[in-house]
């Protein structure tokens, strides 16, 4: 990590202020200045809590949380993004039959949002409903707001969603610039984003999405590969290829594991659902089919089963770029012979690479802060040197 | 809202030292001085967090929720109340058998308590137990603190109760004191709380109790209007017609809903349980007759569905006073045809009042805020002063 | 208890440097003066409180708690000593089959304490597994401190495991130094660890073997009675006896509740699982013996009801030395002819100590916090010191 002083120089050079009283809900919908501004901020509140300089904005106020599908990490790292701003987690734990239709969206959110700062929202279960879900509450609580229901407009973080996975995503690409000493050095990076195998056949596409979508801006060369059946979102593929266009990247897709593995500086082996199949069950679960889910879900563990050989071995591993290739995994890992009998990593891979992994996941809580802190302050550089003035220990010791 | 000033003025004239170190339970046990104290605070601490002022008058401290019945705004707003303040809340998720006895009410409360400043209650489902089960913890702090087992005496507020709902009917009060620019304007202000159809039969009669009784002391006209079979609790009724007669109010019951509504300037439909048939489930409950709370259930479910035109329409606002008649309600309203397809309100007088009831139900943290700041502090106006020399920014922008 | 100044005095004289980025996970592994330091923290701790003066030394972080076991009493213990300390709980609610190889604890345990100060757990359900999970969750939040995965390097304190109960034997002793004028004065008081019939008959041999183990230090003569069969662990039955021997003090063990009761200055009677037994139904559990289990319950049953006579009547406390003789139970207490038919103790000697047992239970929030406090502060004379100059109102009124 740069010096604090280089950070809020960077920082000083970033147009942000779309940013401010804005949701983050997809990574392109963000200027690259914006992505940057991300990182330098989230990387100022590391440097910072590191040294023992309190970064509390925020002296009361609710940081809403609402999880549609179980999480701990997420949950965590949100809890200590809020923590660490000075805001309190108050989480919304609704039935998932309550807020069905579009007038109760609009007025749970309100209800919930008369001293709500931001509101995290993970909602990745069902195909065209979690983004979706998203807008509609970021709607109702801007119109709140607009009628006076709301004193202040609570910001939303997508935690995740169907599409994209933005804070995860944005915490991996933290740690490759920390992992390749800055954010230039990424360019002409080739990094294998691929499909692997778990005994679990319905992960979510928002990682593989949102890794696409993003590392291809950063002038990388990303493969995408998977076998046939386990297509991504089209409308995702076409983003990531216009952002190689822009960004003198490459984005190329396979179906084969070893291609992308070839030469690669990074490698990101994990388990998807086919995105057809996930809309079926999508339109299955909608008819309240639960009969035709059960058969669809035996289908897929089938068509999963004969795709074992997507696993990241020691093999594999031997084509990549060199001894320095990065694996990269979300957490949790299906890891051979140790979580599940046949999955998407060989133990030994995963047991070299376990501390990056344990540092790539330690990103997401300053990713999570930096996104509520640029949507809630309207001069982030003034606040930080502020805080810098103050020095309120975090620990008084 | 007045202004800041005018506020601490009318603040200084109310006496409010007997609310000091006392719980919140029923409006009628608070004095009209007391209960306009309550919405000077709620105005006041408003008018402070909309001027980024801090309002915490705590620098650590629990706030004890215990929800015994499910509740999504009243608890965000508990915890938006407490957050305000400073304090933390803790949640009691007890199971509904462990604290079946005095003898373990006595011991659960202290045990709760060490760090309890406030506790809150919501304990709705029975009639005859959710006030009484109050007044058990009441009575054991109070003794906990006398007998030096607790550094302080946890003040309770009553989040809904078998009787009243004071915290919701004293947001509704706030409401039309905002709405018609004062509380000198409610004199002679026509209110009609009415019963309307709702295809669940069970909703609770705190919220009419709480109208009826708190409303009439404004000086306010106050019309009850159900079906036979849909009495409230006798001792509530006579409160009313007390209150109205000291007062100069009035307080009218009719069978028929059109009455209620004729030149009303509030009205206020609403389903609520037949008395009578909430006190045979309470003891069918307790005497384990689950056969005979399935048939009481059937029975009441028939006699509900031959109410169904007792809808608050556009045809029924038409007899009202005029265009600026307010419809309130204390939400979720049964809309026909959104969440229902029979129910207490027509979609397009609910639309055409929704911002009014979104502010209605702001008003409600701000309401157990002043609640609480009443009975913690014993010089509110020397403390508001004090929070307003120091102006610790809310949020450090 | 003592003056802010005479508690300083002696914490400076008492060496707790060793405690510094330490667990709290066994009474036996601190020294005296560690155990010392840890009592008179709670008793600074608690006169700063009571003199409304701020304790918190964190102006943000967060305190995790994981409860593998229902608990109601020390879980708010924990969050109010977290809160008295500026600390935000974060609680891991864990499915109990998703933490099940040593792999993923060692991944769960950094995931949730990046920002983690503290972690507290509970997890006394099976012989031979609490305190193991602990030390394995200690090991792998060293671990990933020392590979920079985490910023600081979160502390245990054991909330109950199979082996020790020490926020509750150490909050016990607080109870009598207080209750006694000194820790100087338990030297040669008698205290009576009994069995005691319970309905339930799998309670946890944390509580009995914390006590032993503590008290015997404190050169008590302690008495261990329980019927044949329920025996506690050896190897604490070797830690008491080595603690009588080296502190002046001595351990007995007896088959008959009266040769416990006979002159005892302090009497503890509660219920507890036969070790044995508890081995057996572990390893049943091991096996996914669900059958087994049932079996064994039955026989355990069986065996308990043949003990009913081990109750605290008033006839046994006339056996002890006199009318200033010290009932102790850690509640809830098993009360005959209240909370059972025929239970640990009789209704009139319960209701006779109750205010003591209640301040007794009131002991636990400050011992937790001193436990936290003298593990994250490197000097706590010096923090306490500036505590107290600063004298931050905790409550600002």
Redesign the interface.
């Known amino acids: 990590m740069k010096g604090l002083g280089e950070l809020i120089d960077k920082l000083k050079k970033l147009d942000s202020i779309k940013m401010y009283n804005e949701d983050f809900l997809l990574t392109w919908e963000k200027s690259q200045e914006e992505i940057e501004a991300v990182l330098t901020v989230a990387d100022i509140l590391?440097n910072l809590?590191?040294n023992n300089i309190?970064?509390?904005?925020?002296?009361?106020?609710?940081a809403i949380s609402q999880f549609r599908d179980n999480s701990?990490?997420t949950r965590?790292?949100f809890?200590?993004a809020a923590?660490?701003l000075?805001l309190?987690v108050?989480d919304?734990d609704?039935g998932k039959s309550q807020i069905a239709?579009g007038?109760?969206v609009r007025?749970?959110s309100?209800?919930?949002s008369?001293?709500a700062?931001v509101i995290g929202i993970r909602d990745d279960m069902y195909i065209g409903k979690g983004n979706t879900y998203m807008r509609e509450v970021s709607k109702a609580v801007q119109e709140?707001f607009q009628?006076?229901?709301?004193?202040q407009r609570p910001t939303l973080v997508n935690l995740q969603c169907d599409i994209d996975h933005p804070t995860q995503s944005m915490a991996d690409l933290l740690h490759i610039v920390n992992y390749f000493g800055g954010i230039e050095n990424l360019k002409g990076k080739k990094l294998a984003m691929t499909w692997a195998y778990s005994p679990s056949y319905g992960k979510p596409l928002s990682v593989p999405q949102g890794i696409i979508a993003l590392m291809t801006r950063m002038g990388m060369e990303v493969t995408l590969a998977h076998p046939e059946g386990y297509e991504l979102m089209p409308e995702v593929i076409e983003i990531a290829k216009e952002n190689a266009a822009r960004s003198g990247g490459k984005f190329e897709m396979t179906t084969f594991m070893q291609d992308a593995f070839k030469d690669a500086d990074i490698v990101y082996p994990k388990s998807w659902a086919p995105f057809k199949a996930m809309e079926r069950r999508t339109d299955l679960y909608g008819n309240g089919d639960f009969d035709g889910i059960k058969c669809l879900e035996k289908e897929l563990l089938a068509q999963n089963a004969s795709h074992k050989d997507w696993e990241c071995t020691e093999e594999m591993m031997l084509l990549t770029k060199n001894a320095q290739t990065l694996y990269m995994h979300c957490?949790?890992a299906d890891?051979t012979g140790?979580?599940c009998k046949e999955g998407e990593v060989s133990a030994s891979v995963f047991d070299r690479y376990r501390?990056e992994l344990?540092?790539e996941?330690?990103f997401?809580?300053y990713i999570i802060a930096a996104m509520m802190f640029l949507s809630?302050?309207?001069?982030p550089v003034e606040?930080i040197e502020?805080l810098i003035e103050n020095s309120?220990?975090?620990?008084?010791?």
């Not at 309120?392 to 010791?397: A, H, L, V, Y």
């Open positions: 590391r809590r590191e309190s970064t509390k904005v925020f002296d009361s106020g609710l701990t990490r965590f790292s809890s200590s923590n660490m000075g309190t108050a919304l609704e239709h007038e109760t007025e749970t309100n209800m919930i008369f001293m700062d709140g009628d006076g229901v709301l004193e957490l949790p890891i140790v979580s501390v344990y540092k996941a330690g997401k809580p809630k302050v309207e001069n606040i502020k309120t220990p975090r620990f008084f010791k």
